[in-house]
């Protein structure tokens, strides 16, 4: 499944996003084991960082421009509740002053959170590079006013240039981008028509917009809640799928490194050592057998009778 992250949706990870830090979390997780292929072009890495300082400038800016003021009017003086929010306010501010000592340090250093795992989604991209021939269809398309970008301005046309001439003919392509120059004109949720066309025309296969990452996952993987359960089920899913004793044993070592799993994933773990022959064959093993144990220990009172019977069967050999 390829995805494009249009500039504007990673730049709003350093301001005050619709979308938390979370859903760039799951993403990181889906490109990591393959569920997804990010592609980046050139011109969004040229963006990214010609554009950082400003846009965390910018939310710095409305952050300290509401710093509570301890100001109280005479009417309200007098009262216990009065002095007890003058002091309140006062920790405010100092907490507040304590956290931006950290925060501009680690904007400096470009040790944000949200700088981690851009730089780490960056990494494992597949990148476009930047060609002349891409650099003149766009500016040809932006002459004669196609789809996608604003008036004088070439950088996503140079993006969508870049995927037509990168991403394999018949791979559908997903493109994730908060401002319109993408979208259709009657519907702001959608890709604009003129795209949709071309993109069937040249690469005979199916392209879409989405305003935000969180309505991608929503839709395309929807049971993917939370960064680490995410992480957990595609592991679970390489475990009943194992087609090899050594992607068992890497999957339960994996595995391993996680405490808790819901009622729902130490079934689906139980199954995957009772269906798969892969798994069942060296449940004994010491790594193999000690996380099977772990999890039928643990969930015991969970497991149906008749799975929990069959687990102990293999477990025990």
Known sequence: ?????????????????????EELEKVFVLQSYGKISIWL??????????????KIADALKKFLDEK??????????????????????????????????????????????????????????????FTENQFSAAKRRSDLRSPPGKNNSLGDAINWESLLDAVPEGQDIFI????GDFASPLDAERLS???TEEWAGRKKSNAAL?????????????????AAELEKD???????????????????????KF????????????????VNSQVGWIATDEDVHAFGKKIQEAHSATLDPAQQKAFLGVLTG
């Open 1 to 21: 499944m390829n995805l494009f992250i249009d500039t504007n949706v990673l730049l709003n990870f350093f301001h005050f996003s619709k979308d938390s830090l």
């Open 41 to 54: 072009t050139d011109q969004v890495e040229l963006e990214f960082s010609r554009n950082r300082e400003t």
């Open 68 to 129: 509570p003021n301890s100001g109280i009017p005479h009417v309200a003086r007098g009262y216990p509740e009065c002095d007890q929010l003058i002091e309140a306010l006062k920790q405010v501010n100092s907490s507040r002053d304590q956290l931006m000592v950290k925060v501009r340090n680690d904007i400096s250093e470009k040790t944000l959170y949200a700088d981690k795992l851009i730089k780490e989604l960056f990494e494992k991209s597949i990148r476009v590079e």
């Open 176 to 179: 994730v981008s908060e401002d």
């Open 193 to 195: 028509d003129f795209l």
């Open 210 to 226: 989405y305003k935000r990452l969180s309505q991608f996952l929503s839709l395309m993987f929807p049971d993917a809640k939370v």
């Open 234 to 256: 595609i592991l679970i899913a390489e475990l009943a799928n194992s087609g090899s004793f050594a992607t068992t044993h890497q999957a339960v070592a994996d595995l391993n």
């Open 259 to 274: 405490a808790h799993f819901s009622p729902k994933q130490a079934s689906e773990i139980a199954d995957a050592y009772i």
